[in-house]
């Protein structure tokens, strides 16, 4: 399973960013979806999820409000819409896809994970 995250770069405080994750998996709408963030010097942190099927979500409370996960099964991808971005939302962003099919924001249910995107917010 490959997955491919793309649409990080830089912005300023209060832009938008949208990341994007492929999947090269065939059954990639069968399991839930997550994204992660490692600030420098900072442990790896949940950001958000989706279930298999899109109709639940999970968001780590610093991206609530802000942030919003969806899913297109057709095209195997899943986006992160980032809005009022702030200077601590600067990190490395994974996409992962899980085990389960449920939402889930523990690492250990994450069985393969993308490259990363770096996302970069000037104050």
């Known amino acids: 399973v490959q997955l491919q995250a793309s649409g990080g770069g830089l912005v300023q405080a209060g832009g938008s960013l949208r990341l994007s994750c492929a999947a090269s998996?065939?059954?990639?709408?069968?399991?839930?979806m997550g994204w992660f963030r490692r600030a420098p010097g900072k442990e790896r942190e949940f950001v958000a999820a989706?279930?298999?099927?899109?109709?639940?979500?999970a968001y780590a409370d610093s991206v609530k409000g802000r942030f919003t996960i969806s899913r297109d099964n057709a095209k195997n991808t899943v986006y992160l819409q980032m809005n009022s971005l702030k200077p601590e939302d600067a990190a490395v962003y994974y996409c992962?896809?899980?085990?389960?099919?449920?939402?889930?924001?523990?690492?250990?249910?994450?069985?393969?994970w993308g490259q990363g995107t770096l996302v970069t917010v000037s104050s």
């Open positions: 998996r065939r059954t990639f709408g069968r399991y839930a």
């Open positions: 992962a896809t899980s085990s389960r099919t449920a939402v889930t924001g523990r690492p250990y249910e994450y069985d393969y």
């Open positions: 989706i279930s298999w099927s899109g109709d639940a979500t």
